[in-house]
């Protein structure tokens, strides 16, 4: 073991922890790592040989390796593991100590972990980090929150191990508190908007007869253009992929039900606690949910009617028109997204910077896209922008994409094809720009049957009114 001091420690070496790491090695700083199950340290330390890593088969040797103030990064499975492993190191840790999590932990937990280890006198980050396995290993990433003076200390190592977009660092303090990791959990609830609009694109795509690798080279080509992100690369080389055993494009034998852990769900419940509308993320929850129940939908299948869906007729323009429902959507779905982001922003008072997550977001996140630009530029325009929809680009693009984007909604709802993220987007695009909505009939409804009363369109906002309404039980 060495004897000088490690800049740096990880416990929890599983795909996460592993990657980082390296990366954080590869910066020049010495590092030493602790796994719960040992044999895990002694093989990852013997698979890389040379570098400077310090393993440490128990906690008491592992804090001991780490230069003071040590900073500990734990990378373990999000939930009560992060608490227990917490319990173990506070009677190790000196004041001022600062322990990092880097897990997807949700924010509330954050903020209890947060005020907890103050009351100990020990420095607590809670930072999110996106970007997988290779993200991890090259360059992710990171959403930290926490106090200010402990995000300076711990600056330099994260702004050297992230990825870098126009030699930009991606990442920022994002806030105090649990402020880092809120950030992460919209992070990924907009992965999961991005993700269920490109399947989407996909069925319709099936349904028009376009074979997998004609799909593949469509989102190749689209990773060309407007469209360029990791998920719409990712997906044409998914789609190229072919099955070892059968020969058959490798998708198509996967079992067409979604997993999920759990951050999608998070920001429905944050969302709907803040009376914000993220239709199309809640769309992609929701379609993951309704994949999942495989059994009860092949019953179905064989007893609810339906058209057989059949867009060859479309086949011709279907990709241009498809390009721009998907992009109008994915416009909405960051809308919505910042709109959460703003809203909670507000009521938590963290301060946050709009502009500078949406350019944190340009390189190693699951969701890094040439379009983030744009969402960089319309806040740094205007830090105010009440929705991103009104943003001149935006609302240009919404302009210019929404013929295409009913069409395509149009056709898949006669042919029985569903795009939950797609109808779900244009129903909010087309609902907020309404001037006048059918919610007066809703209001009615609600003083006739509970006396809720109503305010009058011909009368002064905030003065309310009620009917005596006739009766309707005899
Ligand atoms: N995988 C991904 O692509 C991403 C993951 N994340 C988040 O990063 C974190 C790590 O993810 P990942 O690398 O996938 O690993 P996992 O979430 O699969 O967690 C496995 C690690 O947690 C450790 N662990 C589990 N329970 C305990 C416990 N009670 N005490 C101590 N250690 C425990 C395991 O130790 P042992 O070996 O002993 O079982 C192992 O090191 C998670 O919060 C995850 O949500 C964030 C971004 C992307
Ligand atoms: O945090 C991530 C990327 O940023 C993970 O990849 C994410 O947790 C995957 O989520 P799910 O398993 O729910 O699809």
């Given at each position: 073991m060495s004897s000088k001091k490690s800049d740096f420690g990880l416990i929890g070496l599983a795909v996460?922890?592993?990657?980082?790491v390296l990366n954080v090695e590869s910066r020049g700083f010495q590092v030493s790592v602790y796994n719960r199950t040992t044999d895990k340290t002694d093989e990852f330390v013997a698979a890389n040989p040379g570098k400077k890593l310090v393993g440490c088969d128990t906690l008491e040797a592992?804090?001991?390796?780490l230069a003071l103030p040590r900073k500990i990064q734990i990378m373990v499975k999000a939930g009560a593991p992060v608490d227990q492993v917490i319990e173990q190191l506070i009677p190790l840790l000196d004041k001022d100590d600062i322990i990092i999590d880097g897990g997807n932990s949700l924010y509330t937990d954050t903020e209890r972990r947060d005020a907890y280890l103050s009351s100990k006198g020990l420095r607590f980050i809670g930072a999110g980090v996106s970007g997988g396995e290779e993200g991890a290993r090259k360059g992710p990433a990171i959403m930290p929150g926490g106090p200010a003076s402990t995000?300076?200390?711990?600056?330099?190592?994260?702004?050297?191990?992230?990825?870098?977009?126009?030699?930009?660092?991606?990442?920022i303090h994002i806030g105090p508190g649990g402020a880092g990791h809120y950030v992460k959990m919209i992070h990924n609830g907009i992965e999961y908007g991005d993700?269920?609009?490109?399947?989407?694109?996909?069925?319709?795509?099936?349904?028009?007869?376009?074979?997998?690798?004609?799909?593949?080279a469509i989102f190749n080509e689209w990773?060309?253009?407007?469209?360029?992100?990791?998920?719409?690369?990712?997906?044409?080389?998914?789609?190229?992929?072919?099955?070892?055993?059968?020969?058959?494009?490798l998708v198509e034998l996967i079992l067409d039900k979604a997993g999920q852990k759990g951050t999608g769900q998070w920001t429905l419940i944050n969302a709907a606690e803040n009376a914000v509308v993220i239709s199309t993320i809640n769309a992609a929850v929701e379609a993951r949910v309704l994949s999942s129940q495989k059994k009860q939908r092949v019953v179905a299948?064989?007893?609810?009617?339906?058209?057989k869906p059949d867009l060859s007729a479309a086949k011709k323009d279907l990709v241009a028109k498809v390009h721009d429902a998907l992009y109008a959507s994915k416009v909405i779905s960051y809308t919505q997204g910042f709109d959460l982001i703003k809203t909670m922003g507000e009521k938590k008072q963290w301060g946050l910077d709009f502009g500078g997550i949406a350019s944190i977001w340009r390189g190693g996140c699951i969701i890094r896209a040439r379009f983030l630009n744009r969402i960089t530029d319309a806040y740094r325009t205007d830090p105010a922008l009440v929705n991103l929809m009104l943003a001149p680009f935006f609302k240009d693009l919404l302009n210019q994409t929404q013929q295409n984007w009913r069409e395509v909604v149009a056709l898949a709802v006669s042919n029985g094809i569903p795009v939950p993220a797609?109808?779900?987007?244009?129903?909010?695009?087309?609902s907020?720009?309404?001037e006048r909505l059918s919610a007066n009939l809703l209001q009615a409804q609600r003083d006739f049957f509970g006396a809720h009363t109503y305010e009058r369109i011909d009368k002064p906002e905030g003065q309310f009114f009620h009917t005596e309404w006739p009766e309707v039980i005899g």
């Open positions: 996460m922890g592993q990657n980082l592992f804090v001991q390796s995000w300076e200390v711990m600056k330099p190592i994260f702004e050297s191990i992230a990825a870098k977009v126009d030699g930009q660092p991606c990442v993700m269920q609009l490109i399947c989407e694109a996909y069925s319709l795509f099936k349904a028009a007869g376009f074979t997998t690798d004609e799909m593949a990773n060309e253009g407007d469209l360029q992100s990791y998920l719409i690369q990712i997906t044409g080389k998914a789609l190229e992929q072919k099955d070892p055993e059968t020969g058959q494009p299948s064989q007893q609810l009617q339906g058209p797609f109808s779900a987007s244009l129903a909010y695009y087309d907020y720009r309404s």
